[in-house]
Each structure stands twice: as structure tokens, then as C-alpha cells.
């Protein structure tokens, strides 16, 4: 005996395979998206942690002025660029915050260079939390791709059983 879909059941098999691929299709969307924020927070930190120590380590007489330029802008996108409602990328503004203090105060290269790995790990630690979206997706992706792949399973072996395509023979 075959099993033959009627036209519900083959309505059924579209949607799910038409929501699979859309679903797909967002979520690689959605990843190249935050794959780029995140290259972009990575240049821009390495930009501003490379500028400040430059500026740190000028003498009176060298043009510094770029370098403050490039401070300010990286800065500036950095801020734009997170949520100030999420608590670790807050870690990550005051982390900037104060090894930009510590470039003006700072006399001793020691006490920069900690501001500069207090910023660094506040900024992987963000770096990581989005990097495992990316490549385990959005929650709401994982949840509905889970709920689709389960209805899939139960209708092929509701359609599988019901037919009386597994026997077993004794």
C-alpha cells in the first residue's frame, strides 16, 4: 500500500517546507547582518585602543591631531553602535570611558595598559555573546525551526503508521 498525499496534506508539506526555507533564508540574512557588526566593533575598538596608545606615547612636539580624530569617531560609533540597556555593553562604555581618562591622566604606561584590557575583554566578552547567535541563530529561529521540524516528524509518522506502511511480521 502507498501512501498518496491528498490535497490538504500536500498543503501541509508546502507550507512546511515554504516556512523551512524562508526561516533559512532570514536567519543567513540576519547572520551576515550581525557579522558585520561585529567586524565593525572589533575595527572600531582596535582603532581606538590603537590611537590612544599613540597619543599616550607622543612626545609635545609630535601632530597628534589625527590620532584624537580617530579617538573620537571610533568612540563615537562605538557608543552608536550598542545597546545602552544591556548591562555588558555597558561594562564596555565604561571600560572606554575610563582608559580614555586614564590616556589624560595616566602618567605611568601601566596604568593605561590595564584601562586598555579592562576595555578589551568588557568588548570580547560582547563579541563572544554574539558571536554564538550567529551561529546558533536567533532564539526565535531555533524555537520555530524546533516546532516545524517536530510538526514534520509527527505528520510523516502519524501518515507513516496510519497507512500501515511498518508491520511488524512475526
Do not use: C
Not at 589625527?66 to 555597558?90: F, V
Not at 591622566?105 to 555573546?129: C, G, I, M, P
Request: negative net charge; proline residues 2%.
Amino acid at each position: 500500500m502507498s501512501w498518496e498525499p491528498n490535497t490538504v496534506e500536500a498543503g501541509l508539506i508546502a507550507t512546511g517546507v515554504t516556512l523551512i526555507g524562508i526561516l533559512i533564508t532570514n536567519q543567513a540574512k540576519v547572520s551576515e547582518f550581525r557579522q558585520k557588526w561585529i567586524d565593525a566593533l572589533r575595527d572600531d575598538a582596535a582603532t581606538l585602543i590603537t590611537h590612544t596608545l599613540i597619543v599616550h606615547a607622543a612626545d609635545a612636539q609630535d601632530d597628534i591631531d589625527g590620532s584624537y580624530t580617530k579617538i573620537h569617531e571610533a568612540t563615537a560609533r562605538i557608543q552608536l553602535r550598542l545597546n545602552p540597556k544591556e548591562a555588558s555593553t555597558e561594562e564596555i562604555v565604561i571600560a572606554m570611558n575610563e582608559m580614555r581618562n586614564a590616556n589624560h591622566y595616566a602618567t605611568e604606561f601601566s596604568e593605561l595598559n590595564e584601562r586598555v584590557n579592562e576595555f578589551t575583554r568588557a568588548v570580547q566578552a560582547v563579541l563572544k555573546n554574539e558571536w554564538k547567535r550567529v551561529k546558533w541563530g536567533e532564539p526565535l529561529y531555533r524555537w520555530v525551526f524546533g516546532a516545524v521540524v517536530l510538526g514534520m516528524i509527527t505528520f510523516l509518522t502519524a501518515v507513516v503508521f496510519d497507512n500501515g506502511a511498518w508491520k511488524l511480521h512475526f
